[in-house]
């Protein structure tokens, strides 16, 4: 079955970086379109970047100029390299696959657990 692990959450400073991972097993990984959604406490799902499988990617107008998307088919890991964080960006964190490129979280069919991102300031 479809399994998505994400790795490399933390805790950081207004300003610092971080780059998210998820591993991807139990399909074809550079079949389908991935996705990283972050929910903050209290708030609904939102979309942050997303990366088709040729390649292509879109972004969040809140983390563009500052989040960067990838995915490396040969290690079946999707990237979020995340720079000059601000408080705001404090969330869970979730890999998402097979979803359409500028699609909602519930347009995904599988997701990961999360990972925690906390900025401080």
């Known amino acids: 079955q479809v399994q998505l692990v994400e790795s490399g959450g933390g805790a950081v400073q207004a300003g610092g970086s971080l780059r998210l991972s998820c591993v991807a097993s139990g399909y074809r990984f550079s079949t389908y379109t991935m996705g990283w959604f972050r929910q903050a406490p209290g708030k609904q799902h939102e979309g942050v970047a997303t990366i088709a499988n040729f390649g292509a990617a879109s972004y969040a107008d809140s983390v563009k100029g500052r989040f960067t998307v990838s995915r490396d088919n040969a290690k079946n890991t999707l990237y979020l390299q995340m720079n000059s964080l601000k408080p705001e960006d404090s969330a869970i964190y979730y890999c998402?696959?097979?979803?359409?490129?500028?699609?909602?979280?519930?347009?995904?069919?599988?997701w990961g657990q999360g990972t925690q991102v906390t900025v401080s300031s």
């Open positions: 998402a696959a097979d979803g359409p490129l500028r699609g909602k979280f519930y347009q995904y069919n599988y």
